[in-house]
Nanobody, 119 residues
Framework: QVQLVESGGGLVQAGGSLRLSCVVSGGTISSYTMGWYRQAPGNERELVAS???????YYEDAVRGRFTISRDNDRNTVILQMDSLEPGDTALYYCVADPRNSYRPSEYWGQGTRVTVAS
């Protein structure tokens, strides 16, 4: 069974940085499109970024230029580097894996890691 475990969330001041990690077990991430979603209180879950099996990244407009997604297939890990954080980035961040070639992966989900950006 594929399991995803996120880490790296926390409290940071606006303008700061955080680095989220997602370790996958029960599957090889080289076979998956990987992604990060987030859900803020009272809002729907939204895609943040994804990365194809060939390591082509996709970013939503709200984070493009500030966030960087990468994958380390040897460590079965996907990283979301978040810079220039804003209070609007406060949310629960989920890692997602999908064997399909879709920029919106949705098959397997982690439990989430919380990010809080203070103004």
């Amino acid at each position: 069974q594929v399991q995803l475990v996120e880490s790296g969330g926390g409290l940071v001041q606006a303008g700061g940085s955080l680095r989220l990690s997602c370790v996958v077990s029960g599957g090889t991430i080289s076979s998956y499109t990987m992604g990060w979603y987030r859900q803020a209180p009272g809002n729907e879950r939204e895609l943040v970024a994804s990365i194809s099996r060939g390591s082509t990244p996709y970013y939503e407009d709200a984070v493009r230029g500030r966030f960087t997604i990468s994958r380390d297939n040897d460590r079965n890990t996907v990283i979301l580097q978040m810079d220039s954080l804003e209070p609007g980035d406060t949310a629960l961040y989920y890692c997602v894996a999908d064997p399909r070639n879709s920029y919106r992966p949705s098959e397997y989900w982690g439990q989430g890691t919380r990010v809080t950006v203070a103004s």
